[in-house]
């Protein structure tokens, strides 16, 4: 579980630096906004748990990462045009790792699957909530043009809770967890599947 932690820090880093574009940020205030990415879900799912001390700052490999991924990825983006696609696509990626590092460590923690579930997407979802509003937008994943943001995470939570349930021998199951979050995310953004809109029915 260390690895795929270490991979969402890199790739919601990677994701922080890429939602800076255009916004006229120095490299300190990259940094700030890829460490917020990579770490806050993590940080607040440790939280609730009362998982002590956060793991960032049991193991700071995980903020060393995030540096340099950002560090990296700033260097890059001066010399390589980096399209609005690719930020989603990172962003993509860093949900499925984070949501299913997050349901497995909660379900270390306690036995209750609901709380598993909910703080996979906790994990996923809430670093690119704070990103965004230091960014002063609506964050992505209220935004309606945004395809199964959160309803990916969650799915591929209650995939992982319910085979470690009923299928606790089946090793893969974070790999199948995982993919299924990515695909659903993936095929959302390029199919543009989202769920109904809330509606109310104008009087006559």
Not at 1 to 19: F, K, Q
Not at 56 to 62: C, E, F
Not at 108 to 121: E, N, T
Request: hydrophobic content about 60%.
């Amino acid at each position: 579980m260390y690895w795929i932690e270490l991979a969402a820090v890199a790739v919601c880093a990677v994701s922080g630096v890429l939602a800076a574009s255009g916004r006229r940020f120095d490299l300190f205030g990259i940094l700030v906004l890829a460490v917020v990415t990579a770490l806050g879900g993590g940080t607040i799912r440790d939280i609730c748990l009362g998982a002590y001390p956060i793991f960032w700052i049991r193991n700071p490999s995980y903020i060393a990462t995030a540096l340099a991924a950002a560090v990296l990825t700033f260097i890059a983006a001066r010399f390589f045009r980096m399209p609005h696609r690719l930020l989603l696509i990172a962003d993509a990626f860093g949900l499925a790792l984070f949501a299913i590092a997050g349901t497995e460590k909660a379900l270390q923690f306690q036995p209750s699957g609901l709380i598993a579930i909910l703080m996979g997407v906790v994990t996923g979802v809430a670093g690119g909530v704070l990103r965004d509003v230091l960014r002063r937008e609506v964050p992505i994943v209220f935004q309606p043009e945004i395809f199964l943001y959160a309803t990916a995470a969650l799915a591929g939570a209650a995939l992982l809770v319910g085979l470690r349930a009923y299928f606790p021998s089946f090793h893969e199951a974070p790999l199948a967890a995982m993919g299924l979050t990515l695909t659903l995310r993936l095929s959302a953004i390029f199919l543009k599947l989202r769920l109904p809109m809330f509606q109310t029915k104008d009087p006559p």
